[in-house]
């Protein structure tokens, strides 16, 4: 991974305590970074706060108000100078079989919380001159997948909202963009990669024949956060292994 030096520089990152965010957080403060992080499960959230000497706050994905209070605590400490939203969840099932209950949580999981920080973060931002968010969407949204039309849809929404946000906030500075990933081996994705005959049929799926790590997906984010990224904004960026864009013969 690219080495960075983010001496002096400030990030928020929602979903801090799943396998792509709590490693974001580490990357970022091997550079020197301050960090905030936040997330659901309050006892992830104090041990890693811990392990890596920050602050943090426990926050609702699904609600605006906890992630505007998530912010202004952040604020306390100082003006953020980027904010990603690592929140999500997996659900495989066709639409027939999805019921509301399902929906309804992997929308808040994956759209309403990108919705609620885009907007908490650029508020912020606004005020102190500008800054980098990103989200993350699915190669799932991008290419038709069996069982798939939940997340699809989740991950498609935060594909528009990326494109959008980035036009109204490109005047005051404020970079918007998304990293795409194909199937990444984190605990969330285990009941797919522990399975030897799924693994195998997700692995054939990419073209470049392996599934991802969180760190592929961190060190796009990395880049996005640097200075080597400040005229790049409204970009929905693939790091998926060419899932979302290859077809490649077997």
């Known amino acids: 991974m690219a080495i960075y030096d983010f001496s002096g520089q400030y990030f ?7 396998a792509i965010g709590s490693e974001l957080c580490r990357q970022l403060k091997k550079s020197k970074a301050k960090v905030f992080i936040s997330g659901r499960d ?3 959230l104090e041990a890693l706060k811990k392990e890596l000497d920050c602050d943090g706050a426990v926050v609702d994905g699904a609600s605006f108000a906890s992630y505007e209070e998530a912010v202004a605590k ?5 003006e953020l100078s980027g904010a990603v939203c690592c929140t999500g969840s997996v659900i495989l099932k066709s639409a027939h079989a999805t019921t509301q209950l399902e929906f309804d949580a992997t929308i808040a999981a994956n759209a309403t919380s990108a919705f609620g920080l885009t907007r908490a973060a650029a508020k912020a931002m606004t005020a102190s001159g500008g800054g980098s968010i990103i989200l993350v969407a699915s190669a799932a949204a991008q290419i038709g997948l069996q069982n798939h039309e939940a997340i699809a849809a989740a991950k498609g929404a935060v594909m528009g909202l990326t494109l959008s946000a980035a036009a109204t906030y490109a005047r005051s500075n404020i970079r918007v963009n998304c990293v795409s990933p194909g199937l ?11 399975n030897d005959a799924s693994r195998k049929a997700s692995e054939a799926m990419h073209p470049l024949g ?5 760190a592929d997906i961190v060190a796009a984010m990395m880049w996005l956060l640097s200075d080597g990224a400040t005229w790049a904004t409204g970009q929905v960026i693939g790091v ?3 899932l979302g864009s290859l077809k490649v013969r077997s």
């Open 42 to 44: 309050g006892e992830k």
């Open 74 to 78: 952040a604020l306390s400490h100082g």
């Open 184 to 194: 990444v081996e984190t605990p969330l994705t285990a009941r797919i990669t522990s």
């Open 12 to 18: 928020l990152v929602a979903g801090g305590t799943g």
């Open 240 to 242: 998926d292994g060419g």
């Open 210 to 214: 392996r599934l991802g790590k969180p």
